[in-house]
């Protein structure tokens, strides 16, 4: 319900935002304003996340199968600043509100066919699974601490699921509080890893 409650209320806030995002897609290049994205939800259970397109429509990656790197040729302008600025994220709160498959806060759900260094997460990561014993959320203790946008290399997504497995732990009302106040913060701070 808390999730539902806020989320609403978060749609309502951002909707000239997302509405000004929509209009920049649709200007910027031809295709859809949003497109989902299969990933994996609680446990281990395909869910689709919804996102604003931000690569090309010819060339957008149901899959994920190939990460988006530094001044990737599939991104188009528009999408080079909302992936930048985390507003490629917004439409999830559909997945909040709507469908009731992603938390506002838990461990961020990965795409199903994502690696790192050419290994799956579960190659790389021992214990990787236990990540989705809870609802994957939009932000979580991983993004605010800086681990947010590209796991391409087996460090990161280890230290990704280290903080993630660190929250379900000493999961709290006051922690989902204090990650969601500390979210918008974290996005402002540069972010290496997001492209």
Known sequence: AFDKVVGTLALILLSPVMLATAIAIRLDSKGPVLFRQKRYGFNNEQIEVFKFRS?????TDHNAAKQVTKDDPRV???GRFI????LDELPQLFNVVFKGNLSLVGPRPHALHAT???????QVVDGYFARHKVKPGITGWAQVNGWRGETDTEDKIQRRVEHDLYYIENWSVLLDLY???????SLMTKSENAY
């Open 55 to 59: 690569l090309y429509h010819e060339m």
């Open 76 to 78: 188009t302008r528009v």
């Open 83 to 86: 992936r930048k600025t985390s």
């Open 116 to 122: 790192a260094s050419n290994r799956a997460y579960e």
């Open 179 to 185: 990650i969601l106040i500390k979210t918008p913060f």
